[in-house]
């Protein structure tokens, strides 16, 4: 994932948390907490999909 791509995905989930705040779906200490932990987010060396075959083939089953 580049740079410029997990940007905008953080950009996004910081928005959707903004507008719930605005609606009252959750607390300010819940968007605080929301927001810190979008914040931390970084970009995988291999997508998902690869990450769940080695998982399944470990007898582990990822859903």
Same mark, same amino acid.
């Given at each position: 994932?580049?740079?410029?791509?997990? /940007?905008?995905?953080? /950009? #996004?989930?910081? *928005?959707? #948390?903004?507008?719930?705040?605005?609606?009252?779906?959750?607390?300010?200490?819940?968007r605080?907490?929301?927001? *810190? /932990?979008?914040?931390?987010?970084?970009?995988? /060396?291999?997508?998902?999909?690869?990450?769940?075959?080695?998982?399944?083939?470990?007898?582990?089953?990822?859903?």
């Amino acid at each position: 994932m580049n740079t410029q791509e997990l /940007a905008l995905k953080k /950009a #996004t989930l910081t *928005a959707w #948390t903004n507008i719930l705040y605005k609606q009252g779906v959750i607390d300010c200490s819940k968007r605080s907490r929301m927001i *810190a /932990a979008i914040e931390k987010l970084r970009g995988t /060396a291999e997508p998902v999909s690869q990450k769940q075959n080695k998982s399944e083939m470990k007898g582990i089953k990822v859903v």
